[in-house]
Antibody, heavy 119, light 112 residues
Framework: QVQLVQSGAEVKKPGSSVKVSCKAS????????INWVRQAPGQGLEWMGR????????NYAQKFQDRVTMTADKATGTAYMELSSLTSEVTTVYYC????????????WGQGTMVTVSS | QSVLTQPPSVSGAPGQRVTISCTGS?????????VHWYQQLPGTAPKLLMS???NRPSGVPDRFSGSKSGSSASLAITGLQVEDEADYYC????????????FGGGTKLTVL
């Protein structure tokens, strides 16, 4: 049974970058799309973008266009989301979530990765 | 400001029925994109509750049902149980945003 396993919590300095990984444990990405969604404490879900690993094509939400990069390593079944120019925002949880196509439901979610930005 | 609009909170007593609305526009739900619903229990990752407007994934009780009409959708929960207390999010896509994913602001369900 496939699970999405994300990398551990991170503490970063303002202005730095963070790279979160999402590995398909027990399987591969196949032709699925990997989406990235973030959530600040007590706040709602926010879609950041998607990547189709088999094609290597990524699309980003306009809000993050200038500072996010999503990549995938088909050989290891791992997707990555790198966010740069981190500001002293509140601690945010980043989720990867799988969808069968680019416009489908997110049928499998990672456990989340908490990123704290603090000087 | 979320692209999809949900009520911040709803509540009901055990055994009752509640509905959660999700209102969009002609560029998302009204454009024909499906609506999906997620349940998020405290401290956990969201879980798919309803896909393609009204399709329950395996394991989701039939107490949950979904519908879509025009630019809106709704999630109904019958026979409320204490364990249904959670945050619920609707999600779709938006053509005005180049097919980006969009979420509702979330609805906190309290079981009284």
């Amino acid at each position: 049974q496939v699970q999405l396993v994300q990398s551990g919590a991170e503490v970063k300095k303002p202005g730095s970058s963070v790279k979160v990984s999402c590995k398909a444990s027990g399987g591969t990405f196949s032709s699925y799309t990997i989406n990235w969604v973030r959530q600040a404490p007590g706040q709602g879900l926010e879609w950041m973008g998607r990547i189709i690993p088999i094609l290597g094509i990524a699309n980003y939400a306009q809000k993050f266009q200038d500072r996010v990069t999503m990549t995938a390593d088909k050989a290891t079944g791992t997707a990555y989301m790198e966010l740069s120019s981190l500001t002293s925002e509140v601690t945010t949880v980043y989720y990867c979530a799988r969808s069968p196509t680019a416009h489908d439901a997110f049928d499998l979610w990672g456990q989340g990765t908490m990123v704290t930005v603090s000087s | 400001q979320s692209v999809l609009t949900q009520p911040p909170s709803v509540s009901g007593a055990p055994g009752q029925r509640v509905t959660i609305s999700c209102t969009g526009s002609s560029s998302n739900i009204g454009a024909g994109y499906d609506v999906h619903w997620y349940q998020q229990l405290p401290g956990t990752a969201p879980k798919l509750l309803m896909s393609g407007n009204s399709n329950r994934p395996s394991g989701v009780p039939d107490r949950f049902s979904g519908s879509k009409s025009g630019s809106s959708a709704s999630l109904a929960i019958t026979g409320l149980q204490v364990e249904d207390e959670a945050d619920y999010y609707c999600q779709s896509y938006d053509s005005r945003l180049s097919g980006s994913g969009v979420f509702g602001g979330g609805t906190k369900l309290t079981v009284l």
